[in-house]
C-alpha cells in the first residue's frame, strides 16, 4: 500500500482518506481486499450465542468474575467484527480499520 502513487492526491489510508472504492483500486485500502460480510455477519452472531451462553452459566455456576471477563472478551470480538463490516461497506474507512484491529490486540 502506497499512498504516493494515487493519482489526484488521494490518500487510502488514514484519518485523512479521501478514497472511494470508485476513485482508488481495493490494493490501496488499509487491509488490501474487502472483508466477507457473510462471514463477519455469522462470527458475530456466533459471538452473541456464546455470551448468551457465558451469561446463563455464570448465573447458574455464580462464577461471577469469570463471567465478566468472557463477556468483555465476546463484546471486543463483536466490536472487532463490526469494523469488518464497515470495512466492507467502505474500505477506505479509518474508522472501520480501527475497529477492526481492536479484535487483535
Known amino acids: 500500500?502506497?499512498?504516493?502513487?494515487?493519482?489526484?492526491?488521494?490518500v487510502g489510508y488514514g484519518p485523512n482518506t479521501n478514497c472511494t472504492l470508485q476513485l482508488c483500486p481495493i490494493d490501496s485500502s488499509a487491509l488490501e481486499y474487502r472483508p466477507?460480510?457473510?462471514?463477519?455477519?455469522?462470527?458475530?452472531?456466533?459471538?452473541?450465542?456464546?455470551m448468551v451462553i457465558h451469561i446463563a452459566?455464570?448465573?447458574?455456576?455464580?462464577?461471577w468474575g469469570f463471567m465478566v471477563a468472557m463477556l468483555l472478551g465476546c463484546v471486543d470480538e463483536i466490536v472487532g467484527y463490526s469494523g469488518r463490516i464497515m470495512l466492507y461497506y467502505n474500505p477506505f474507512s479509518f474508522g472501520g480499520f480501527l475497529l477492526n484491529q481492536s479484535k487483535t490486540a
Open 57 to 63: 452459566q455464570g448465573f447458574h455456576w455464580k462464577t
Open 1 to 10: 500500500m502506497d499512498n504516493n502513487k494515487l493519482p489526484n492526491n488521494l
Open 36 to 50: 466477507s460480510l457473510a462471514a463477519s455477519g455469522t462470527i458475530i452472531s456466533l459471538f452473541v450465542l456464546t
